[in-house]
């Protein structure tokens, strides 16, 4: 509990002054199953995007980049609404990748 | 029309990080109202529910736009004296900014104990978008029964037992009910249709005036579905015509979406271990009372947009 | 510059509201406040306030709201009483550990049931722990004056919490009475340009996330630090009567003791009562009896070093609750005097008595039997009764 903070260094009346700290926050351990992203197989329409309840679909520049392992949870949410044919996210199991 | 390449490039207000449980809709629905607000000055009120508990655990905020969490009850009356204090300061020249107020509860927090708090603030006209993220049970508790609850749901205070076979009641018409509101603008939308929703948030949010929003935001752990059929569900929940997309605008109520082919209920209802019990034979007929009702506030619904 | 005026204490209360001009007024009218909030209203339409006034559908609205529009960032009000404290209760709770500086007059009236709309402490006294301050007033004079400097009090750095200013319902808050007020310029020079001394919600380039989720790990460090706003406030309390003092010419301390610093036989009461107590301790003085009174003003903080020293070294002493406290034991009052009273050397005999409920007419009689029971209580070095009710029919 060292590194919490005293009563007397919590700020006043719980007054949070960091906004959107909780992106330092990983979620990404809480996965079973992962999303895996096949570029090649990718239309960019962005349902994955729009869809994320995680905000972890990664874009740059209008184009989708990759998935943002500290965040995503692996719901599946964007492999199931991925409409690309072959499609271009595929959940696999946690255990089955090498690395993360 | 949503571009949805334009609108990643935005900051949305809020973050990743959050702890809703994986799969959990309502923060498709915060997403998708943040990329509707844009660039748009925003100040939210978070009724207690899953999404002020799970956003907010000090030292921790997924809120990158001026938040306040007061209570269960009164996400409405908080906002109404945020909005009012805004006003204030708008008119002693102490702010300048066009600033957008929006609250966000669930349907406990809106349909049952933060009904009166919405209720009031509608009519005195204040300046909020009011969203309400519809999970159909008090889903933060344990997925007890809520008014918005659909009728024969299996909930941990309607369990579907021997005798009762789920909640008795059919569900409150919300949506409806705030319509009576005369409020400048009110809309039911589902994530799975992004662009209706954006464009409705989008209207509510240049009315000046209050406009509330029901948008369904499935939980996987309620209703019993797997999680990566959430978007899924609101998709079929449309199409099946259970939650139709509509808006009364000015008092004009106008369906936003027809579906080609309305399917049948058990499509979407199937799919959730919440309706288990109503595939059995003896309880065949509630399935078709279920569909009759369907068909007829369906009906109902389009007689008011005028469709029929 | 003062003038004298007679108003009611809704008037007087009201009136001090106009003179501080907050910013947002969310309010909704209960006997005997009523008055309050519909005086107010009126002088939003006439346009001699700045106030933005919220007409909410309840109590627990009125709350909601003003602690919405003070963590803005404005200075908020409201005014409230009895059912309509209690349905506050909830967010009374949050405002104070939001800490923030909402003032807000309270008509006392009893609690239902039965339901009833006569003054007594029982609205108040449940919220006693809620983490406001508390203040009382005796007068229609006392509760202007009370308003005016809980904002300062409130407002002040060192304690940005909230504060509730009561008057007795009825008693005062519809008894026309002279007062001496101030003009609206001092008044608002006395309690100056609200500022907020962190950062508000409506400091829209600085984002702040008011009212987290603080679990086993941090709710008890805010807490912490909660109780310490409370626990170190009291200078604040005397430096503002101080310069209210300076501007006015009126005392006004944690506590006024009437004849008290050589009495024997001590009453211990809140607002009103206070009043007729004191024509008893006269007639009793002149009759040769050391007869002397305390008059708490500020219930919260409970200033009670302050107590223990004003009352040591009398003989008897009787409290004197406007509300019981249904734990068997006496009002809240009692037991507080007595723990303030626990590490007094040769420290009194007290007692309590219950009284006044429901706006139930506490007359000098009453108060002539209390000190009579005390003369032999300090005779006999024993009291018969330590909890008893004052003008029950038995």
């Given amino acids: 509990m060292s590194n919490l903070l005293t009563w007397k260094e919590v700020p006043k009346g719980a007054f949070l002054e960091k906004p959107g700290n909780a992106a330092d926050y990983e979620t990404g351990d809480w996965r079973s199953i992962k999303p895996v992203w096949i570029a090649e197989n990718c239309i960019q329409c962005f349902r994955c995007w729009v869809y994320c309840p995680d905000a972890a679909i990664m874009t740059k520049d209008k184009k989708m980049i990759g998935i943002d392992y500290k965040h995503c949870k692996g719901c599946g949410i964007c492999a199931n609404e991925c409409p690309a044919k072959p499609k271009a996210l595929e959940m696999i199991n946690e255990s089955d990748s090498g690395d993360n | 029309m949503a571009n949805l390449k334009q609108l990643s490039q935005q900051e949305e207000f809020f973050t990743p990080g959050h702890r809703m449980c994986a799969g959990c809709v309502a ?181 000046d005036g209050p406009a509330f929003i029901n948008a369904m935001a499935p939980c996987p752990r309620g209703w019993r579905y797997d999680t990566r059929e959430g978007i899924e569900m609101t998709r079929l929940a449309v199409e099946t015509c259970y939650w139709p997309l509509y808006e009364v605008e000015d008092g004009q109520w106008k369906l936003t979406y027809k579906p080609r082919e309305k399917k049948p209920l058990t499509e979407w209802i199937k799919k959730q271990g919440r309706f288990r019990h109503l595939f059995t034979d003896e309880n065949k007929e509630l399935l078709e009372q279920f569909q009759q009702r369907v068909d007829e506030e369906w009906e109902k619904l389009l007689r008011r947009c005028g469709e029929m | 510059m003062q003038e004298k005026i007679a108003l009611t204490g809704n008037e007087a209360m009201a009136l001090a509201m106009k003179q501080i001009n907050p910013d947002v007024v969310a309010a909704y009218p209960i006997t005997p406040a009523t008055e309050i909030v519909q005086i107010f209203s009126d002088y939003v339409s006439n346009g001699l306030v700045k106030t933005e006034f919220v007409t909410v559908e309840s109590e627990h609205s009125a709350m909601s709201a003003t602690l919405g529009a003070s963590a803005s960032g404005v200075r908020a009000m409201t005014a409230t009483s009895s059912q309509g404290l209690a349905f506050m209760w909830e967010v009374l709770y949050i405002a104070a550990s939001y800490q923030l500086p909402i003032v807000m007059p309270v008509v006392n009236r009893a609690l239902s049931g039965p339901i009833n709309i006569h003054g007594d402490h029982s609205d108040t006294m449940g919220a006693r722990d809620s983490g406001w301050l508390q203040i009382y007033s005796e007068n229609t004079q006392e509760a202007y004056d009370n308003l005016i400097q809980a904002v300062r009090i409130a407002e002040h750095p060192d304690v940005l919490l909230p504060t509730m200013v009561m008057m007795d319902g009825f008693i005062i808050s519809h008894a026309m009475e002279n007062l001496e007020i101030l003009s609206d310029q001092d008044v608002q020079k006395f309690v100056g340009e609200f500022k907020h001394h962190r950062p508000a919600l409506l400091d829209l380039d600085n984002p702040i996330t008011v009212g987290p989720l603080a679990l086993y790990d941090y709710y008890m460090e805010f807490k912490r630090q909660q109780a310490e706003a409370m626990r170190t406030c009291k200078p604040v309390i005397l430096q503002v009567a101080q310069e209210y003092a300076e501007l006015t010419g009126r005392k006004y301390g944690l506590y006024e003791g009437y004849k008290l610093d050589d009495a024997d036989l001590a009453i211990v009461v809140l607002s009103s009562t206070a009043g007729t107590a004191k024509v008893v301790v006269d007639e009793l003085r002149e009759q040769g009896v050391k007869a002397g009174l305390l008059k708490l003003r500020v219930f919260r903080p409970f200033p009670y070093e302050e107590l223990a020293q004003a009352l040591s070294g009398r003989k008897a002493i009787a409290v004197l609750d406007r509300a019981d406290g249904f734990s ?32 139930r007419d506490v007359n000098l009689d009453h108060i002539r039997k209390v000190y009579a029971d005390l003369a032999e209580i300090a005779k006999t070095g024993q009291a018969a009764q330590l909890v008893s009710y004052l003008g029950v029919r038995e």
């Fill in chain 2, 27 to 207: 923060p498709v629905v915060v997403r998708q109202v943040s990329m509707a607000a844009g660039d748009t000055p925003v100040v939210i009120a978070n009724a207690t529910g899953c999404l002020e508990v799970a956003s907010t655990i000090f030292p921790y905020t997924a809120w990158r736009a001026p938040w306040i969490h007061n209570a269960f009850e009164n996400a409405s009356a908080t906002l109404s004296g945020v909005e009012t204090a805004y006003r204030a300061l708008k008119k002693q020249g102490k702010i300048d900014k066009k600033v957008k107020f929006i609250a966000f509860g669930g349907d406990g927090g809106t349909y049952d104990i933060g009904f009166q708090s919405l209720s009031g603030a509608m009519e005195r006209g204040h300046d909020i978008v009011y969203i309400c993220y519809d999970n159909g049970a008090y889903m933060n508790t344990g997925i007890q029964r809520s008014s918005a609850t659909p009728q024969f749901a299996d909930t941990t205070t309607s369990p579907a037992g021997s005798v009762i076979p789920g909640k008795i009641q059919w569900r409150k018409d919300l949506t409806a009910i705030m319509a009576a509101h005369n409020v400048p603008y009110v809309a039911q939308v589902a994530p799975s249709h992004f662009n209706d929703l954006i464009t409705k948030v989008q209207k509510a949010i240049a009315v």
């Fill in chain 3, 328 to 359: 068997a034991f006496g009002g809240a009052l009692f037991n507080e005097i007595r723990s303030a009273m626990y590490d007094v050397k040769d420290r009194p005999l007290i007692v309590d008595y219950i009284f006044g409920l429901g706006g």
